[in-house]
């Protein structure tokens, strides 16, 4: 058995699977990362490797302004684990429904505060409380602590979230990349422990099939910032002395998917492990669940984190926000999410009118002077807050956020390609 082969004429797969070459924003951030990660990844310490991730996070995401964020430290038999709660900006005081995140970073590195972009963005567009879980890492442990965290924050929410703000009745859980195969993994767990229906698990490029290699792996093997490279470092790192077919480790090889929590699932067309999110699709929808799958496929692993240089990237973070807001508010989440794949293409790499060079070159000098904009406003609302309001709303002081605002994410079209409105561009 081969959990994440995908059989690409089936139904709601993506009729591209990738665009020809990466979108031209991700085609110049991808140049850009690969001049600066010149150095072989073996080169590094695990402890280099963690700092350069956060930094790099902090570099590139936007981190948005929330109602105000809780650092709580819960027991466990293993010991502390931390939570970092998001409330969203302009808070009423009521309780929230609850979005527990699991972040990326293939079991090794990451913590709560390298996806603080998204947990942020997610916040403040879904409307509810975003439960960043700092789960235990390999190799100083196994993989299955990680999920040992994530369930024992999973039910201290369900007993302690009214003390926090949190409705415990409206809950969804997700991540990314590692951070999905943890939320996939756990989503699995919730009809054998008898715990409350989620209303949604959102699986953001996700390893769900640690067992057998991707196709697309070979198939994107180089130069789209995850690797084969890496990917086999990271096998070397964990050791093949684990059951990797073992469901709580991949949960592709789980043995009956009925019933579980409607998904929303996010792929990229040059991500080595694209195979297995789309797989994960498929063997859902078969058992009737519901999947809204959005295929953006001129992006690459780890593209929603660089919210504040990419348009797919906050277009991606828009959507989960929105799909989690209704989901949560819903008193059932298969209601809300559609049984659908939105394939995300950018109309601009096949109009653009110019020779690569220019063309590329132009998008650089914009996302950079964009970069520079952002980090700049956030500066003045820390320290100079009484003028923020009025360089923030300047056009020429943000001149170049304003023009690919208005050019730049509108050429984001999503096409249905499968679902009731087959064929249809959607919104």
Same mark, same amino acid.
């Given at each position: ?310 348009? $797919? +990237?906050?277009?991606?973070?828009? @959507?989960?926000? /929105?799909?989690?807001? =209704?989901?949560?508010?819903? *008193?059932? %989440? ?65 001149? $170049? +956020?304003?023009?690919?605002?208005? @050019?730049?994410? /509108?050429?984001?079209? =999503?096409?249905?390609?499968? *679902?009731? %409105? ?6």
């Amino acid at each position: 058995m081969n959990a994440n082969r995908i059989d690409v004429s089936t139904m709601g797969m993506p009729g591209a699977m990738k665009t020809p070459r990466p979108d031209p924003e991700a085609r110049t951030f991808l140049r850009i990362f690969n001049l600066v990660a010149w150095r072989p990844l073996r080169s590094y310490t695990l402890a280099q490797l963690r700092l350069r991730w956060r930094y790099f996070a902090l570099a590139v995401g936007r981190r948005d302004p929330v109602g105000h964020i809780d650092q709580v430290v819960i027991d466990s038999p293993s010991g502390p684990i931390k939570l970092r709660i998001y409330f969203p900006a302009g808070g009423d005081g009521r309780a929230r429904p609850a979005f527990v995140w699991f972040h990326g970073g293939a079991f090794l590195i990451g913590e709560a505060g390298t996806t603080d972009s998204i947990c942020r963005s997610i916040a403040n567009t879904a409307g509810c409380a975003v439960v960043a879980v700092d789960y235990r890492l390999a190799p100083e442990h196994d993989l299955y602590a990680g999920r040992e965290d994530g369930m024992t924050a999973i039910e201290w929410i369900f007993k302690n979230g009214p003390q926090f703000g949190i409705d415990p009745t409206s809950v969804a859980i997700g991540g990314d990349s590692a951070g999905g195969n943890l939320a996939a993994a756990l989503a699995q767990q919730f009809g054998k422990r008898g715990l409350p229906a989620l209303r949604l698990q959102v699986l953001i490029y996700p390893a769900t099939n640690l067992a057998d290699e991707p196709a697309s792996k070979a198939d994107n093997a180089s130069g789209y910032l995850l690797t084969a490279e890496v990917i086999d470092w990271v096998r070397s790192v964990v050791g093949d002395n684990v059951n990797y077919r073992d469901s709580r480790l991949s949960p592709a090889y789980g043995k009956d998917f009925s019933g579980l929590a409607p998904a929303l699932v996010v792929t990229a067309g040059f991500d080595p492990i694209r195979d297995d999110g789309l797989a994960y699709t498929q063997l859902l929808r078969e058992a009737g669940v519901p999947v809204e799958l959005l295929h953006y496929p001129g992006q690459f692993h780890g593209f929603i984190n660089c919210d504040t240089v990419l348009s $797919a +990237a906050r277009d991606a973070l828009y @959507r989960i926000g /929105s799909a989690l807001g =209704a989901a949560l508010a819903d *008193g059932d %989440g298969r209601r809300t999410c559609p049984n659908r794949t939105l394939e995300m293409i950018n109309a601009r790499q096949a109009r653009m009118p110019l020779p690569t060079f220019a063309a590329d070159t132009i998008t650089a000098t914009f996302m950079a002077v964009e970069w520079f904009e952002y980090q700049r406003n956030r500066i003045f609302k820390i320290l100079a807050p009484a003028t923020a309001n009025l360089v923030d709303a300047s056009w020429l002081l943000n001149v $170049a +956020a304003n023009i690919r605002g208005t @050019r730049t994410v /509108s050429t984001i079209e =999503a096409r249905e390609t499968f *679902g009731n %409105g087959a064929n249809h561009w959607a919104a």
